[in-house]
């Protein structure tokens, strides 16, 4: 007698967006022009932040996705059904971001890959939760300016595993896929990122006698807004 797998709602969930999105582009390898209309109004506004957080500049996250869904569309066929589509996009959309950003800065700031050979030989750490709750404080404007801010301070590397990982709250796996990367580097840069932003965030943050920050770790999942 086999072993009864239960999946947890959140994998249902996924499963569920998975095969609806594989119908999708089945549908538009068919010629059906409105299946792929409808993928780019499920995932336009996640790719526009996604691309946001890479240039921090609108009009170049917006001709990002713009670029990205054009060459998603031509290229349908390389597709393999055995990714989750929204991780081809959001790898797609990723390239386009940097090509905008590889425009302003230096070939030490662009590079995703550079001074992070030795991921694998770093232990990640787990970062514990800070207080205040960041979800309830990246409700007001003024905390979200601030992480804008200092999330601008990271190197892209670091600060597209944060954005994917903490923000857009891709798993571990799906953010590896989207990046090219395995497990063991998206955790490393993950803790990079996290100690580097706790630093930044820290000076914002006072204790009531001013003297240690309140906010003590970083472990961050809100959505842009």
Request: glycine fraction near 0%; charge should be positive.
């Given at each position: 007698m086999g072993t009864l797998s239960v999946q947890s709602p959140?994998?249902?969930?996924?499963?569920?967006?998975?095969?609806?999105d594989l119908t999708l582009v089945h549908a538009t390898k068919r010629g059906d022009a409105s299946a792929f209309d409808k993928l780019v109004n499920k995932y336009d506004r996640k790719l526009l932040r996604i691309a946001q957080g890479v240039t921090h500049n609108r009009e170049e996250a917006e001709d990002a996705v713009q670029e990205a869904?054009?060459?998603?569309?031509?290229?349908?066929?390389?597709?393999?059904?055995?990714?989750?589509?929204?991780?081809?996009?959001?790898?797609?959309?990723?390239?386009?971001?940097?090509?905008?950003?590889?425009k302003r800065r230096t070939a030490r700031e662009e590079s995703l890959d550079r001074d992070f050979q030795s991921d694998t030989g770093i232990r990640p750490m787990d970062v514990a939760d800070?207080?205040?709750?960041?979800?309830?404080?990246?409700?007001?404007a003024e905390f979200r300016e601030i992480l804008m801010k200092c999330l601008l301070g990271l190197q892209p590397a670091l600060r597209i595993v944060f954005i994917l990982r903490d923000i857009e709250e891709l798993s571990i796996v799906e953010t590896g896929a989207a990046l090219g990367l395995?497990?063991?580097?998206?955790?490393?840069?993950?803790?990079?990122?996290?100690?580097?932003?706790r630093e930044k965030l820290s000076g914002y943050f006072k204790t009531r006698d001013g003297e240690r920050p309140a906010v003590a770790v970083l472990s961050v999942s809100p959505c842009y807004r």
């Open positions: 959140a994998q249902c969930e996924d499963a569920f967006e998975a095969d609806d869904f054009f060459k998603a569309y031509q290229r349908l066929d390389q597709f393999r059904e055995n990714a989750k589509f929204s991780t081809w996009l959001i790898r797609i959309v990723l390239n386009e971001a940097l090509l905008k950003l590889r800070w207080s205040p709750n960041p979800q309830e404080l990246y409700s007001a395995s497990a063991v580097a998206v955790k490393a840069r993950l803790f990079r990122a996290r100690l580097q932003l």
